[in-house]
């Protein structure tokens, strides 16, 4: 009776021991799903403005199946995607139309915004339309605006981004130098606005550099990549000018998306 006793005695605790190491172990063996969703946001340089085939139910926005980000979705099946870019964004637009999709479940964030604020669309039409010394002064009031309000208006969006998808990576990729120095072009803009608008634009990139490292972002550019690329180069992954479809100028070609862009977040993410 007592050998009885003694053995359904250990009988019991060795059972409920190995139920507690195979829950352990179970538990272990199942960890919480990672988040693996990814939003894409920003301006036309995310949405894909310059390189076609747009999504007809995008309208404005102009989205794209050829812009980096569908791309970086199709290669990647990342577990949801939201593409939320739209040309002609803001930091303002970003926080105001973009942010919805971000939850506990994205796992990356892309984002091109900052052009737009600066004026750079400006800075192209008065260099394009306007005398040299106009189109100097307009690069000056984007390199002062770059430096005086931009950062501010960065801080804003970067930090909505963090409070709204902590546990996401966030890579805020740059924007390309316009112009190949001493290239093929024989007309259009002078040397020293193709220089003065190209130091512009390293200068936003020098910006977004710094204000997404603050926020424990990664920096993601393409102005190396594209390098070789640019217009007056002879192969160029940018549109000119392009009379034809005013909004796709100074925007990169399906290959800028693919072959600059594209590698750049991969790489980044």
Same mark, same amino acid.
């Given at each position: 009776?007592?050998?009885?006793r003694?053995?359904s ?15 352990a ?21 995310s949405?894909?403005? /310059?390189?076609g ?5 995008? /309208? ?7 812009a980096?980000?569908a791309l ?8 949801s995607? =939201?593409f ?8 303002g637009?970003v926080?105001? @139309?973009?942010?919805?999709?971000? /939850?506990s479940?994205?796992?990356?964030v ?16 008065a ?10 002064s307009?690069?000056?009031?984007a390199?002062?605006?770059? %430096? ?30 316009f112009?190949?120095?001493?290239g ?6 002078s040397?020293?606005?193709?220089s003065?608008? @190209? ?5 936003? @990139? ?8 603050? =926020? ?7 102005? %190396?990549?594209?390098a ?10 940018? =549109?000119?000018?392009?009379?034809l ?8 070609k399906? @290959? ?14």
């Amino acid at each position: 009776m007592r050998r009885s006793r003694l053995t359904s005695y250990l009988s019991a605790l060795l059972l409920a021991v190995g139920l507690t190491v195979t829950g352990a172990a179970t538990a272990q063996a199942s960890p919480q799903a990672a988040p693996t969703g990814y939003v894409a946001l920003g301006d036309s340089y995310s949405s894909g403005v /310059g390189a076609g085939a747009y999504d007809s139910s995008s /309208g404005s926005c102009k989205r794209t199946p050829r812009a980096y980000p569908a791309l970086w979705a199709a290669a990647n099946s990342p577990s949801s995607f =939201h593409f939320t870019a739209c040309s002609g964004a803001r930091t303002g637009d970003v926080l105001a @139309n973009q942010l919805g999709p971000l /939850g506990s479940g994205t796992g990356l964030v892309s984002v091109t915004v900052g052009g737009n604020d600066a004026g750079f669309a400006d800075v192209m039409t008065a260099c394009v339309t306007g005398s040299e010394s106009s189109c100097l002064s307009r690069v000056a009031s984007a390199r002062s605006y770059v %430096d005086s309000t931009l950062p501010g208006l960065l801080d804003r969006v970067y930090t909505a981004i963090g409070d709204r998808a902590p546990a996401a990576q966030v890579v805020v990729l740059g924007y390309p130098r316009f112009y190949k120095l001493s290239g093929t072009c024989i007309a259009g803009l002078s040397e020293r606005e193709r220089s003065a608008i @190209n130091a512009a634009s390293d200068h936003l @990139n020098g910006a977004l550099a710094k204000r997404a490292a603050d =926020h424990g972002f990664a920096f993601a550019g393409v102005a %190396d990549r594209f390098a070789g690329h640019e217009i007056c180069s002879g192969d160029a992954w940018l =549109h000119s000018v392009n009379w034809l479809s005013i909004g796709e100028s100074y925007h990169p070609k399906a @290959n800028g998306q693919s072959r600059g862009y594209l590698p750049a977040l991969t790489a980044a993410a």
